[in-house]
């Protein structure tokens, strides 16, 4: 039981660029979530998915696109990175009805230049 | 949407002794309230949480306090260790729907020994 999985750990894009962040919840999870956090600001919610095939903006989604295909992964896109976009991400999971706890995955840092 | 604020943003305990970082929300349809704990580099993890039908709840070393009338809750953290040393978020959700949670800026509590 690996929980929550976030790939890729690493990466640096040029702006402009695009990339996808996969992540990946083996809890049969229902809901889940797209933070960015950044010094001093916390956690911030980017996009978040009450169940497959379904998703919705959070607090900050200018920028962003989300997919959930498949009940296991949320994606989060960047169509054309800017560097106002270097952060760390993490994604989140929740089982959902009367359980609360929000399991997050390791985190993606994403620098752009 | 929901507004949490967070202090102390900083806070140096001596071994031994407790820590208090204290929150506040602005919306009183709030009634789920996590604390976390993030040690540097890496994921954020749940340490207490408190639902709003409750006042206090305490976990060793550790306890939260809410008051719903003045839309503040607290985290206290006694007898100390280094190991406590890190990076503590609160936050607030409302346990319907989408669960989403926004969290305070975060307090970075150093415990020298």
């Known amino acids: 039981n690996a929980g929550v999985t976030q790939t890729p750990k690493f990466r640096v894009l040029k702006t402009g660029q695009s990339m996808t962040l996969l992540c990946a919840q083996d809890?049969?999870?229902?809901?889940m979530y797209w933070y960015r956090q950044d010094p001093g600001m916390g956690l911030r919610l980017i996009h978040y998915s009450v169940g497959e095939g379904t998703t919705a903006k959070g607090e900050v989604p200018d920028g962003y696109n989300v997919s959930r295909l498949k009940k296991q992964n949320f994606l989060l896109g960047l169509e054309s990175a800017a560097p106002s976009q270097t952060s760390v991400y993490f994604c989140?999971?929740?089982?959902?009805?009367?359980?609360?706890?929000?399991?997050f995955g390791p985190g993606t840092r994403l620098t752009v230049l | 949407g929901e507004n949490v604020e967070q202090h102390p943003s900083t806070l140096s305990v001596q071994e031994g002794d407790s820590a208090v970082i204290k929150c506040t929300y602005s919306?009183?349809?709030?009634?789920?309230f996590p604390w976390y704990k993030q040690e540097l580099g890496k994921r954020p993890q749940l340490i207490i949480d408190i639902r709003s039908n409750v006042g206090e709840k305490k976990d060793q070393r550790i306890a939260v306090t809410l008051n719903k009338t003045a839309k503040h809750f607290s985290l206290h953290i006694t007898e100390t260790q280094p190991e406590d040393s890190a990076v503590y978020f609160c936050?607030?959700?409302?346990?319907?729907?989408?669960?989403?949670?926004?969290f305070g800026t975060g307090t970075r509590l150093t415990v020298i020994p």
């Open positions: 919306d009183s349809a709030s009634n789920y």
């Open positions: 989140a999971s929740i089982e959902g009805g009367r359980r609360n706890e929000q399991f």
């Open positions: 936050a607030a959700s409302i346990r319907t729907g989408a669960n989403n949670l926004f």
């Open positions: 809890m049969n999870h229902e809901y």
